[in-house]
Every structure is written in C-alpha cells, then in structure tokens.
C-alpha cells in the first residue's frame, strides 16, 4: 500500500484544514464562509474583522486564508522637518499603533528639531543580502570552490539578473567555515523592498553554480546575515540602506520645548552607553523599535525587519556653543515603495501622506524613517530627564485602566 494511502486511512493524521478554494479563496463570499467556519471552531463571535474597506479582492498575494482586518489606530507625527537629499520639507508621518503616549513622545522630539532648523539626513549605501551555503568534505574544496565563483561572476550575475527587472547582483563575498562555503550575495534592489527579488535571483545563480560544477544544490540561507533577527553583522556591515541623520537642538529649543537642558540629556546618555553596553545591547539606542513598527504597519512594509532594522546608535554631546548636537546610524532600514503590502489601499494612501508612493521614493522614505526616529531619540531621552516621560503615560492609563475594568466585569 501507498504511503499517502496508509497516512490517509490513519486516524492520527486526520484533520480539519482551513477552507480554501483555489479560484475563490480570496472572493467576499468565500471568505465570509472561512470567518464562518472560525466562528464555529473557535466559539468566538466577529463583528468588527469582516470592515474590509475595499473588498477582498485586494489581499490576493499578501495574506492566506483570509477571514478579515484588524483596525489599528492610525496618529500623525509633526510638523517634522527633513533636509536629506532625496527628502526635503516638513512632513506629518503616519503613526499606526495602539500604544499610547508614543505618538506624543515622538512629536515632542519632532517639534524641538523642527524648530532648531530639522534633521540633516542621507542614505549612505544601499544593499541587500543573501548567504547560501554551500558543504564540501575539506576546507581544501570548499577553497577551489570559492576561487571558481570569483572567476565565474560575471555568468553568475547574468543568471541572477535575469530574473528581475530592477535588481542588480553587485558582488559575492566568500566566507570559509569549517568545510562549508557561505557566499554572501550583495544586491542593489531599487524601489522595492526586494525580499522575494533577491530570493528568487539566487535561486536561479545557485542552481547555475551546481549545474556547473555537478555539486549538491546549497541551502539558500545560512543564517550568516541573520535576516529577521538582530546580530553583530547587522551592527557593522548592515542590510539594506544605511541611514545617517544628525540634528543640532538649539539650547533655548531644548529648555522651552523639552524642559531640560544639553548638559543633562548628554550626561543621561553617557549613562545609557554605559548601561547598553554592560547588557551586550547590539549598538546604543532608546526605542528604534516604536517608530518603526508603526511607520512599517502603517506604510505596508515588512514588520519581520524590525529586529534588523532596530540595530543602530545613537549619541549625544554639548556642542561648544552649548547647543545639543544629536546624531543617528541606522545600518539596517529595508523598506521599499512598490511592491508588498505598499498597493493595499490604506497603506498606499499612509505613502502618499508622506510623498512616498511608487518607483523612485524608496530613497527619500527612508530618510523620513531616520528624521523620524531621531526625533523620536530626542522625545524619549528628553523626557526621561524630567516629567515629560511618564506624564502622557499616566494621562492614557486611565482610558486604559477603564477598558481593562470593563473586561473583566463582563
């Protein structure tokens, strides 16, 4: 008897899959069976998951099994100014979160940049890795093999390169380890995010490569670049674009607006470095994370960067002048305008709040992202020095504390 035939006529291995039909799963009819069937499953009632604000249709490509949307509170951030070389003039950046007071901290910070003259922001270089590996029986092999894939790069990038229309291979870094052979493919992606482009483009040079030389096919993935997860690599050599944004606070801006002082906001950070440093923190930062979590669901971006793209630095010093001069690196910002979750209707009107949509604007994006988030550096670090931090925290926690009453009275 047939292997699927005995799993099939076993007991153990029967289950109940979620509904799906091939040519009407993402239809509002078939969907609204799928909502129906997890009502019945779960025991649970949906009346707010079925608001879909322009039909189903549209979620074809960016989510499975489909039953619905999640609302999320949507806040502007501003005015923010930018002068970067792709961005330039104030902007009010989209902000989708349920976390309260975040939206206030970041446009206290881009107030008082605002008002000292803004951020000064550019991207610095701009690439996307991939790491396949490649095993071999001696360090010797896996040698010979690397000296063939540096003789060979050119028929390597054209294999690649076929299969996208806007990106470009631009070199393959070889790494030795223990027999094996990491290649560490670079790509320039253009405007979109180019997670799927790069994906796909190593695919096709990595089965070029074992055709050639008759070796078995590699893991597309070794993990050395450590996509979706937070490492030292992403510190140092980055993924993506990296951001430079600096900004220098004006002393009266810093004593009006934020209600402390330079000296104070750079003796609390010396502190800080102190303490990221004693925990093994990758880079020195306040909550990068905040600000791209909410620019990213707003904006129809991949939120599994985050860990990558929260890797970064921060710092802090009195100019001579007595001013605040403040200054971020952020190596690590994947993000992309076309392609994605950026089509969807409410995303793709949150890109055009900031001027972002479409080919060409991946650029000017994320140096919006780096103006934003210093300015949401400046807003929490500022705060932490006084009153500032906690106040709009105890002002949301009693909306708060009242919702979570009513929970567990019903």
């Not at 070389?85 to 881009?110: D, H, K, N, S, W």
């Not at 094996?180 to 089965?207: H, K």
């Not at 303490?275 to 129809?300: E, K, P, R, V, Y």
């Not at 925290?393 to 009275?409: C, I, L, S, W």
């Amino acid at each position: 008897m047939k292997e699927e035939n005995i799993l099939e006529n076993d007991e153990r291995t029967k289950i109940e899959r979620v509904p799906y039909h091939k040519e009407l799963n993402h239809t509002k009819e078939f969907v609204q069976k799928r909502r129906e069937w997890i009502e019945e499953k779960s025991g649970a009632k949906f009346s707010h998951l079925s608001c879909f604000p322009s039909g189903t249709e549209e979620f074809k490509g960016n989510t499975e099994n489909l039953v619905g949307v999640v609302p999320v509170p949507l806040g502007v951030v501003g005015p923010l100014s930018v002068k970067g070389e792709f961005a330039e003039g104030i902007f009010y950046v989209p902000f989708a979160t349920t976390e309260g007071a975040l939206v206030e901290t970041y446009q206290r910070g881009a107030i008082a940049l605002t008002k000292s003259g803004g951020a000064k922001v550019f991207v610095n270089k701009e690439e996307f890795h991939l790491d396949p590996i490649f095993s071999f029986k001696s360090n010797e092999k896996a040698k010979e093999f690397t000296l063939w894939v540096s003789t060979n790069f050119l028929k390597i990038k054209e294999k690649a390169e076929a299969t996208t229309s806007s990106g470009g291979l631009l070199r393959i870094t070889p790494y030795l380890i223990t027999g094996n052979a990491i290649l560490d493919f670079a790509y320039s992606t253009g405007d979109a995010m180019g997670g799927n482009m790069i994906n796909i483009a190593t695919e096709a040079a990595c089965n070029f490569i074992s055709q050639e030389l008759k070796i078995e096919r590699p893991l597309l993935r070794s993990n050395l670049f450590a996509e979706k997860k937070a490492s030292s690599v992403n510190l140092w050599f980055g993924c993506g674009k990296e951001v430079l944004v600096e900004t220098t606070l004006l002393r009266k801006v810093v004593k009006r607006f934020l209600f402390t002082t330079p000296e104070i906001i750079a003796k609390a950070w010396h502190s800080w470095a102190i303490g990221s440093i004693s925990s093994g923190m990758l880079g020195i930062n306040a909550h990068f994370s905040n600000g791209l979590a909410a620019l990213f669901i707003a904006c129809g971006q991949d939120v599994g960067h985050i860990p990558n793209a929260c890797v970064g630095v921060t710092s802090y010093e009195v100019t001579e002048s007595g001013d605040l001069y403040v200054s971020l690196r952020l190596p690590n910002i994947i993000v992309g305008t076309v392609g994605g979750g950026t089509a969807l209707s409410a995303q793709r009107e949150c890109l055009e709040m900031i001027g972002c949509y479409g080919k060409g604007k991946a650029k000017k994006f994320a140096e919006i992202i780096g103006a934003t988030l210093i300015a949401g550096e400046i807003g929490i670090c500022a705060g932490l020095t006084t009153d500032q931090f906690l106040e709009p925290h105890k002002r949301v926690r009693v909306y708060t504390k009242e919702k979570a009453y009513q929970q567990e009275t019903k």
